[in-house]
């Protein structure tokens, strides 16, 4: 049992040989803070009436949803899924204390964020296809689904912005356990993209990798927001009611 003979070690920020290490790209940090922002502004947007702004809102969201997704396969050592997401076993181990933290999401933490980012891309995938009663609003996609179908999807689309607020709600109340509980402060890393760490620093992917893999995020949310159809001008308030007519 090669983990036991570690011992406990506390779960608290390494102070001794500690030396600052960027642990957060800025791509990380970024797409983080236009979240968390776009999730509070997408509610508010909706429960106004300003369903225009809700969509452009949606399509900003799509395309930071497709660039952390690739970035958690082409990104930094710390973006990447395969690092993080750890099986039950590890998870059990992390929570004995018999594996320190990690540098970056720890096992349990990483339940967290795929929680949040799957939350998210069905909240997203649902407002795509989403149409209102009446028929006067919808997602860029509605089009390609019946009106019934849209509209289960427009349900779904009410209920699962809750799973997303509970999840996120849950994500801050952990932050704040391991500020009280486990000293730890996440916050400053996730702004700051620097922590102390006495081990070797993570390797971080050039700015041209993420350059390429924002426009193919971006390239891919303007396809989506175009309705799956190739358009140079962008989708104006006038243009989205397009397909009213057609259902009326
Ligand atoms: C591309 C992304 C999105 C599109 C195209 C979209 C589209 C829509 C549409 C067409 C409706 C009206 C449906 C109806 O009235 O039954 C709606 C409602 C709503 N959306 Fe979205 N949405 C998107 C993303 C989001 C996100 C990210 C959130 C929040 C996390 C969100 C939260 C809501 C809420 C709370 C309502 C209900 C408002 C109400 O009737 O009180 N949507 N959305
Ligand atoms: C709607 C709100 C929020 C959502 C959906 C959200 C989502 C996420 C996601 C997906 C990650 C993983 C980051 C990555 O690997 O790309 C993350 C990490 C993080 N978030 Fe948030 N977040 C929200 C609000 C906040 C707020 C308000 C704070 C600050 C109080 C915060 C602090 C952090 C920190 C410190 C981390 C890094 C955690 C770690 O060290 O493992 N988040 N968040």
Known sequence: MPHRLQGRRPLIEPEAG???VRVWDAP???VHWAIALLIPWSWWTA?????GRHRASGYVLLGLLLFRLIWG???SE????GRFVKGPRAIGRYLRGDDPAPLGHSPLGALSVVAMLLALAAQIGLGLFAIDEDALEEGPLAHLVSFDSARWAAGLHHK???VVVAL????????????VVRRR????????????WEGAAPAMAPWWRAALVAAVAAAVAWFVANGGRIQLLPVLPVAAGDGEGDRA
């Open 47 to 51: 429960t106004h009436d300003q369903l």
């Open 160 to 162: 699962v912005f809750w």
């Open 185 to 196: 402060r996440l916050v400053g890393a996730m702004i700051t993209g620097r922590t102390r």
């Open 18 to 20: 500690a030396r600052s």
């Open 73 to 75: 396969v082409a990104g």
């Open 78 to 81: 710390t973006a990447r899924f």
């Open 28 to 30: 990380t940090r970024i």
């Open 168 to 179: 996120a709600v849950l994500h801050i109340a952990a932050i704040l356990f391991y500020r």
